[in-house]
């Protein structure tokens, strides 16, 4: 069943100041991407030397997601172009790697069917280093997860292995007022799963400022440097330890389990939430901390994720 009480909070919405501590990196460009970051299908082939409408949009996207910032400051033409120079090349080899792909440097058509999947605000790669590619890798090892035994692979960390202190293994969290109870009740058993499976225990409070997680759903430019792109493209970011903020793009359509063309907000909430306990995004992709996913699909935690978590607070 969709939020259908979602979008008439937000379109009679109130104004809020709230302080806000960023902690993401500021190689994250703060313009937002085109809407649904719709790709051309006469980019399937483009390769080095081409100059065909639309490779700005490759661009675009690359640059958001990290993997044309190194060559920002030295970098003599314009990302705004159409031409496929060598530097384009480079940041899609880089992008396939990070996604298991051929490594060719050409848009091919898996290339541009990853682009073109709606995902995580979080760059894939933070001051020139590919996070998801970064993390320790834990061979013939295997965790029991809900009656099954799961080979654990790749997770990864952001810069610095930033985490909640061992004191502070209670969390809570709130949400923006008005938030409609069908959120709140979803979101929650999320919170839910991550505590059955670490260290940590969560509880909701009513007192939004004060928690140590706050939840909101928000649009466009709302002030943390990351504004979100309308329906699909972006659909939700959280923040590294310990800042605490949970945004989800109130443009999409959200939903309780597989709903076609809706997002399911449980899904997406163990996403941003492996986030605020301190994961980066995994190249695994079953894993819950893998970037993307499509509307009309559920997933839960993975082997990757829980060994991630773990190895990050050094759990037994």
């Given at each position: ?28 460009p ?80 898996k ?73 709140v ?23 939004y ?46 939903a ?58 050094n759990?037994?």
């Amino acid at each position: 069943m969709a939020f259908e009480t979602l979008l008439s909070f937000l379109t009679t919405s109130f104004f809020l100041v709230i302080v806000l501590f960023p902690l993401i990196s500021s190689s994250h460009p703060k313009s937002h991407l085109s809407n649904g970051l719709v790709f051309l299908k006469n980019l399937n082939g483009c390769k080095k030397g081409d100059k065909v409408e639309g490779i700005h949009q490759v661009k675009e996207y690359l640059q958001h997601f990290g993997y044309l910032n190194n060559y920002v400051q030295n970098y003599s033409k314009s990302f705004d172009d159409d031409e496929f120079d060598g530097v384009l090349e480079s940041a899609i080899k880089t992008y396939q790697l990070n996604y298991n792909l051929k490594a060719t440097g050409t848009i091919n058509a898996k290339t541009l069917d990853l682009m073109s999947r709606p995902r995580c605000g979080f760059a894939d790669i933070v001051d020139g280093k590919t996070r998801m590619k970064s993390g320790k890798k834990m061979v013939n090892q295997h965790r029991k997860i809900n009656g099954h035994f799961h080979s654990v692979s790749h997770y990864a960390f952001f810069d610095g292995n930033p985490k909640w202190p061992a004191s502070k293994s209670h969390l809570t969290y709130g949400f923006l007022p008005g938030t409609p109870s069908k959120a709140v009740a979803t979101i929650g058993r999320a919170f839910k799963t991550w505590g059955a499976n670490t260290h940590f225990n969560f509880s909701q409070t009513s007192r939004y400022k004060k928690a140590d997680i706050k939840i909101s759903f928000e649009t466009g430019d709302h002030g943390d440097g990351h504004s979100f792109d309308g329906v699909r493209g972006v659909i939700a970011h959280g923040f590294a330890p310990r800042d605490g903020r949970l945004h989800f793009d109130a443009a999409e359509s959200w939903a309780v389990g597989a709903i076609a063309d809706s997002f399911d907000l449980e899904t997406i909430a163990l996403h941003e939430i492996g986030h605020l306990l301190g994961l980066y995004h995994s190249s695994i992709e079953r894993a819950i901390m893998w970037p993307s996913i499509m509307e009309g699909s559920t997933k839960g935690l993975d082997a990757d994720d829980i060994a991630g978590i773990n190895a990050l607070y050094n759990a037994n």
